[in-house]
């Protein structure tokens, strides 16, 4: 079992910053990939960033530029560092684990608010 925590939401004005992290614990070994996914009201939930074991970064075409994804080992903690901030960024975001056995595992979000 794989245990993930984000924390680091809330609300700020457009063109504003925030940086999501997400813990992870468990059986940390097992997974290959990291990734940040957000779900705004009444959308289906879409992939923002990802980070695989490795280091290999993807980005949807929307965030690029703006977000940036990384990650401590020493930790066990992904980031999410979101610049330039837009109200269509509004969203709650969550954290992904994907396992080499095809289990994914997922927090239980942190809800961000990008407002004037």
């Known amino acids: 079992q794989v245990q993930l925590v984000e924390s680091g939401g809330g609300l700020v004005q457009p063109g504003g910053s925030l940086r999501l992290s997400c813990a992870a614990s468990?059986?940390?070994?097992?997974?290959?990939?990291l990734g940040w996914y957000r779900q705004a009201p009444g959308k289906q939930r879409e992939l923002v960033a990802s980070i695989t074991f490795d280091g290999r970064t993807n980005y949807a075409d929307s965030v690029k530029g703006r977000f940036t994804i990384s990650r401590d080992d020493a930790s066990n903690t992904v980031y999410l560092q979101m610049n330039t901030l837009k109200p269509e960024d509004t969203a709650v975001f969550y954290c992904?684990?994907?396992?080499?056995?095809?289990?994914?595992?997922w927090g239980e979000g942190t809800l961000v608010t990008v407002s004037s």
């Open positions: 468990g059986s940390i070994v097992s997974i290959y990939a």
């Open positions: 992904k684990g994907s396992a080499r056995n095809g289990r994914n595992y």
